[in-house]
């Protein structure tokens, strides 16, 4: 719990969904066990700004369940909670081994990045990326030590009280490394929003036309790959499994099925 109340995912147990986990009981215990992070550190928007993200309060960490405050109420479970904070600031961040561990993944994939033909970002975007997730960990970090030394408030209630000591995040640009954008699209610099869309790009650029697309539009498949018939288009001859039918009851082909429009999309996040 410690590990994920350091990266403010909110598209998580924390956010308002409070979804994307499971709890496993293991002989009298229960285990969390969560996924779908690539939203962490702000990534989510909603009401978490730079500061909000940086700040996050330790002891406050949950909007849409009251599920977890129990433990956080039992004096044992927060000292231990505190202390594993305590940990992962003073001896993974502080104490070097998170940027040994950038550096090692860094050295890793930053060639496949900018080689990669079917990227959906440019390397110096990529780039740009990763280093403002490095100044954001590294905040990250230096907030928590201050919430854990009664320095900065450790709940919201206490930090709309007194906001003075809050770590300044002004250098902190969130989108740089990506955020949520419903179904909308773009890059910055390139006629979007600032939020990174799926594919890349903004809707229209032909050069990302197969990712942007809906489905039983006119999208092709890349260079060199055949649809399974070889020459029919989406959506033009293709018809649901036998006994399945549309859901007005007509069933036609898909060619002129469209996604509910309130169906947003998740954006492939940077880092």
């Known amino acids: 719990m410690a590990v994920h109340a350091f990266s403010v995912n909110l598209d998580s147990l924390s956010g308002n969904m409070a979804h994307n986990y499971y709890l496993y009981e293991y002989n009298g215990k229960l285990n969390i066990i969560p996924w779908d ?75 496949l990045v900018e080689t990669d033909p079917a990227a959906f970002y440019s390397g110096e975007e990529y780039g740009a990326a990763a280093e403002m997730l490095y100044e954001t960990v590294i905040l990250r970090a230096e907030s928590i030590r201050g919430q854990l030394d009664g320095r900065i408030p450790s709940t919201d209630a206490g930090q709309q009280a007194d906001a003075s000591n809050l770590v300044d995040a002004s250098s902190i ?42 489905i039983g539009g006119e999208a092709s498949p890349p260079e060199g790959m055949e649809r399974p018939d070889g020459d029919a288009a989406f959506g033009e001859e293709f018809s649901p499994p036998e006994g399945m039918e549309r859901p007005d009851g007509d069933a036609a082909s898909a060619g002129d099925f469209q996604l509910p429009e309130r169906a947003g999309r998740k954006n492939k996040r940077l880092c």
């Open 173 to 214: 640009d969130i989108e740089v490394m990506g955020a949520f954008d419903r179904g909308g699209g773009g890059f910055p610099g390139q006629g979007g929003e600032g939020h990174f869309g799926r594919g890349g790009g903004k809707p229209g650029d032909t050069e990302n036309a197969g990712a942007e697309a809906a």
């Open 37 to 111: 992070y690539n939203l962490s550190f702000g990534g989510m928007g909603g009401s978490r700004d730079a500061s909000g993200t940086i700040n996050d309060a330790i002891d406050t960490p949950f909007q849409g369940t009251a599920f977890f405050d129990a433990l956080l109420e039992d004096e044992g479970y927060l000292e231990e909670y505190h202390e594993y904070l305590r940990k992962l600031t003073e001896e993974y961040v502080s104490g070097g081994r998170f940027s040994q561990v950038y550096q090692r993944i860094r050295s890793q994939i930053d060639t």
